[in-house]
């Protein structure tokens, strides 16, 4: 079992920056895959970025290419999600996602991900 804490949301102004960090305990003893989700009021559970175990390979939604940046310390077993260049429309619970080697052609999809965290409120003020 893996346990995963985020932290880091708060309320930020637009076009300011936010990072957020997702650490990782429990049964950890391989690198696992990692990605972060995002959901607003009554909406799904969305896509925003993903990395490999190895940290290696990245994968970004289309509305965050550019401006979101994800990252890890395996040293330390957090994830990190630098956000720049926020828009109102980022605003959402933000969600650390954690599985034990997910499939390439799925990193998108919540269901790809065992392990979630309690996940961390993001509002942007326009």
């Known amino acids: 079992q893996v346990q995963l804490v985020e932290s880091g949301g708060r309320l930020v102004q637009a076009g300011g920056s936010l990072r957020l960090s997702c650490v990782a305990s429990g049964r950890t003893g391989k690198n696992i895959d990692m990605g972060w989700f995002r959901q607003g009021p009554g909406k799904e559970r969305d896509f925003v970025a993903a990395?490999?175990?190895?940290?290696?390979?990245?994968f970004y939604a289309d509305s965050v290419k550019g401006r979101f940046t994800i990252s890890r310390d395996n040293a330390k077993n957090t994830v990190y999600l630098q956000m720049n260049s926020l828009k109102p429309e980022d605003t959402a619970v933000y969600y650390c996602?954690?599985?034990?080697?997910?499939?390439?052609?799925?990193?998108?999809?919540?269901?790809?991900?065992?392990?979630w965290g309690q996940g961390t409120q993001v509002t942007v003020s326009s």
């Open positions: 996602a954690a599985d034990h080697g997910f499939l390439f052609s799925t990193y998108d999809r919540a269901r790809s991900y065992n392990y």
């Open positions: 990395i490999t175990g190895d940290g290696s390979t990245t």
